[in-house]
């Protein structure tokens, strides 16, 4: 039985990506539409959506990222996002959350709050979800620079805002292991 703290380990940040995905992109697609499906939202607000960028989108998105930046980053780096396999994009229906602030105004400060704790736990069930799968991944946030972009790219609902992007793809090399933390300088355990 494999443990979740296993799995963690296997999550990594994995820059050097290619397009030989180990698994069928099904098998992609099927685990970030259940993980999707699976993760909590407060007051089951269902305040998460993704768009999976594939094929010549993935490379006409980091492409178009980088002529929104004017060239102040680095090509190289773009390229090797670009030769991802594909990207998630990871966004939060503001009018959802909206909706429920008017429904339970008592609540209504949190609830853009819980949304973005909504998206963190997606973005970490599918990166660790893609890591048990064998497949790379990393996060970036080049949003807000590149929203126009992506809202004319892909046809964005108004209202969605975007949060994060998720290169994904075959690994083409490994990371080096992870330096072991002493970690009571950040978890105390009262009794």
Same mark, same amino acid.
């Given at each position: 039985? !494999?443990?979740?703290? &296993?799995?963690?380990?296997?999550?990594?940040?994995?820059?050097?990506? +290619?397009?030989?995905?180990?698994?069928?992109? &099904?098998?992609?697609?099927?685990?970030?539409?259940?993980? !999707? @499906?699976?993760?909590?939202?407060?007051?089951?607000?269902?305040?998460?959506?993704?768009?999976?960028?594939?094929?010549?989108?993935?490379?006409?998105?980091?492409?178009?990222?980088?002529?929104?930046?004017?060239?102040?980053?680095?090509?190289?780096?773009?390229?090797?996002?670009?030769?991802?396999?594909? !990207?998630?994009?990871?966004?939060?229906? &503001?009018?959802?959350?909206?909706?429920?602030?008017?429904?339970?105004?008592?609540?209504?400060?949190?609830?853009?709050?819980?949304?973005?704790?909504?998206?963190?736990?997606?973005?970490?069930?599918?990166?660790?979800?893609?890591?048990?799968?064998?497949?790379?991944?990393?996060?970036?946030?080049? +949003?807000?620079?590149?929203?126009?972009?992506?809202?004319?790219?892909?046809?964005?609902?108004?209202?969605?805002?975007?949060?994060?992007?998720?290169?994904?793809?075959?690994?083409?090399?490994?990371? @080096?292991?992870?330096?072991?933390?002493?970690?009571?300088?950040?978890?105390?355990?009262?009794?």
């Amino acid at each position: 039985m !494999t443990r979740l703290t &296993d799995v963690l380990k296997r999550r990594r940040s994995i820059y050097a990506l +290619n397009r030989q995905l180990p698994v069928s992109e &099904d098998e992609v697609l099927d685990l970030i539409k259940e993980a !999707t @499906e699976l993760v909590p939202d407060a007051f089951n607000m269902k305040s998460q959506r993704v768009i999976v960028v594939l094929g010549d989108k993935q490379d006409a998105l980091w492409d178009g990222i980088y002529d929104a930046f004017g060239g102040k980053v680095a090509r190289a780096k773009i390229d090797s996002f670009k030769a991802a396999y594909g !990207t998630i994009l990871y966004f939060i229906d &503001d009018n959802t959350v909206k909706a429920l602030q008017e429904k339970f105004p008592r609540y209504a400060d949190n609830f853009p709050v819980w949304a973005q704790q909504a998206n963190g736990m997606l973005q970490i069930n599918i990166w660790a979800g893609l890591a048990e799968l064998g497949v790379g991944a990393n996060i970036q946030h080049y +949003n807000p620079v590149i929203d126009p972009l992506v809202k004319d790219m892909f046809q964005v609902p108004d209202g969605y805002r975007l949060i994060a992007q998720m290169p994904f793809g075959g690994v083409e090399s490994e990371r @080096e292991p992870k330096e072991k933390e002493d970690i009571s300088a950040r978890v105390t355990v009262a009794r």
